[in-house]
Structures are given as C-alpha cells and as structure tokens.
C-alpha cells in the first residue's frame, strides 16, 4: 500500500477554495464505522473514543528515532501528508499555528511524510514554510497500525489518555479542527 506522487492526478480533487472536501485519494481501506461522527448538535466535546492510538517509532528528519510514548499524556494530532499533495500543504499554516497557540497546554502535532523522495524534500520545505512541530517518515508499518488509510491528508486526534478520538480524511479548516483539539486540551 504506497501513497506516492505516481497517484494518478485524477484522484486527487479538491482545490483550496473547496479546502474541507480535499484530498489526495486512493482506494478506501479503513471501514467508515471507524470514523468518528460529530455530536447531533455540533458539539465536539463529546469526541467518541474510537480505538486506543498504536505504539510506533519513525525517523526524524535528521535520523534521530521519535516515539509515540515521548508524547504520553499530551494531546497529540498525527497528521499523514506528503509534500506534493495539495490540501497537505494548505493545511500546514494552521497546524503551525496551533502549536504556537496550544503547545504549552500540551498539543503536539506530529507530520508523518509520505514522500518517497526521502527526507530532504521535506527538510527543505519544512524549513521554507516553519513548520514548528516533529517531522516523521511514515512507513507501511505505521499505515498498518493505523488501519490503512485511503487519502491524505488524513489525521487522527489522539487524547491524553492514548485513546484515538477522531479521524479525518481530507482537509478541515483550521478553525473548525482546532474545536476537536480544544475539546480534548482542557
């Protein structure tokens, strides 16, 4: 299961004016009964606990290893992405953001690439665009423990307690996102 730049360009729709519907896309593999649904009201605060967040251990940009449990206790968003998917990058901006606004109540957002192009094409546009949060290189394992996943960006909100507590598929503004993540941080 490789998510890589060959995808054809047709399956990947959605611009930025159409931000919340975008995704670079391939076939499903996740059941949709593992996606979280939002409260009938709206609310967010009651986030369904869909499935305790898998243990995993990736290589930085740099080569050093990051783990899942540096981060126990914190809440914590990974994010799959990859440089050359579109709605991927238009969401970057908000998540740096986030960290400079959530961090020190203990929001860590984690990008795991999809590039198979290594990590030097993300260093180079990590540092071009300040991304201020850990860089990962993704790998099948990681998709595995995740239960595939059928488009990226696709990002899974993980509580304090270890416990996953949405999955996105596709792009979501900033704002609207930031509701789930403020939900879980207090």
């Not at 299961?1 to 670079?24: D, E, N």
């Not at 809440?75 to 961090?103: M, N, Q, S």
Request: glycine share 10%; net charge positive.
């Amino acid at each position: 299961m490789k998510i890589s730049r060959s995808l054809p360009r047709s399956l990947c729709f959605g611009t930025l004016l159409a931000l919340a519907f975008s995704a670079c896309s391939k076939q499903a593999e996740v059941p949709k009964a593992t996606m979280a649904a939002p409260a009938a009201n709206g609310a967010v605060a009651g986030l369904p606990i869909i499935a305790p967040a898998p243990a995993w251990a990736l290589k930085d940009l740099n080569g050093a290893v990051v783990k899942s449990d540096q981060f126990m206790g914190k809440v914590v968003v990974i994010d799959f992405w990859a440089t050359w998917c579109p709605p991927c990058r238009a969401e970057i901006p908000g998540y740096v953001d986030l960290v400079k606004k959530h961090g020190k109540e203990g929001l860590v957002i984690v990008g795991v690439s999809m590039d198979e192009a290594g990590p030097g094409v993300v260093k180079t546009f990590s540092d071009k665009f300040g991304v201020n949060y850990p860089m990962v290189m993704g790998d099948e394992k990681m998709l595995a423990a995740f239960g595939g996943i059928e488009a990226l960006p696709t990002t899974f909100l993980i509580d304090r307690n270890g416990q996953i507590r949405d999955r996105k598929v596709g792009a979501e503004p900033t704002e609207e996102y930031a509701k789930k993540i403020l939900a879980l941080l207090k």
